[in-house]
């Protein structure tokens, strides 16, 4: 398996400008987080899905932000309109069981993608 | 907002020496895990421990879990230049959310 493949690597924009950034999980696991990582905030969880189900976006910072999932193997962060503070890291993870306190098994995450704003 | 709070903030040791991460945390957690992340990587799973567990091993390391103090450590035994990475606990709240600490920021000098 590939890994968690996240695209692009590196998004440079206008703020103002809509920014997409995609997902494609490992196959065959159920649960998938979008992580946001800056120097001042550290790793943020922002929403995650299980079978491709939002089941808590507590953590989306604003309604400029939103993530859908429509199949299993992706999934979308968008931000709209975009904003110099949303410069930071989006790492996207996934797991098959979510973590549960029965699994020896953590989330793998992308290489993520670098969102710089100007 | 952050879970775990990770101890010291960065650490410079030499190859071969110990290196030892403290995390400590707020809340009654389910599991605790230590993932590590390289320079402009995503973050790679290291060892998970369960609430009911004391101390695990994998390899180099070894990770304690003492729920009466709420806090972990995570050791990495006769360090490489190659664990020169940043070092992060995450603590599980509820059934599937893990929340991250503010991670350690290790250097292992040649």
């Known amino acids: 398996d590939a890994g968690v493949i996240q695209s692009p690597r590196h998004e440079v924009t206008e703020m103002g400008q809509e920014v997409t950034l995609r997902c494609k999980p490992i196959?065959?696991?159920?649960?998938l987080f979008w992580y946001r990582q800056t120097m001042m905030r550290g790793l943020e969880l922002l929403i995650y899905?299980?079978?491709?189900?939002?089941?808590?976006d507590s953590g989306m910072p604003e309604d400029r932000f939103s993530a859908k999932m429509p199949n299993a193997s992706f999934s979308t962060l968008k931000i709209q309109p975009s904003e110099p503070r949303d410069s930071a890291v989006y790492f996207c993870?996934?797991?098959?069981?979510?973590?549960?306190?029965?699994?020896?098994?953590?989330?793998?995450f992308g290489s993520g993608t670098r969102l710089t704003v100007v | 907002s952050q879970q775990g709070e990770e101890d010291p903030q960065a650490l410079s040791i030499q190859e071969g020496e110990n290196a030892t991460m403290n995390c400590s945390y707020k809340?009654?957690?389910?599991?605790l895990q230590w993932y590590r992340q390289n320079s402009g990587r995503g973050l790679v799973h290291l060892i998970l421990?369960?609430?009911?567990?004391r101390e695990k091993h994998s390899g180099r390391l070894r990770v304690t879990l003492d729920t009466s103090k709420k806090s972990s450590s995570l050791l990495i035994t006769a360090s490489r230049a190659a664990d020169t990475a940043s070092y992060f606990c995450a603590t599980l709240r509820g059934t599937y959310k893990y929340i991250f600490g503010t991670g350690t920021r290790l250097k292992v000098l040649a």
């Open positions: 809340t009654s957690i389910n599991n």
């Open positions: 421990i369960r609430s009911n567990e």
């Open positions: 899905f299980n079978n491709n189900v939002p089941i808590d």
């Open positions: 196959s065959g696991h159920d649960y």
């Open positions: 993870a996934s797991s098959s069981t979510g973590g549960h306190n029965t699994s020896n098994y953590g989330y793998t």
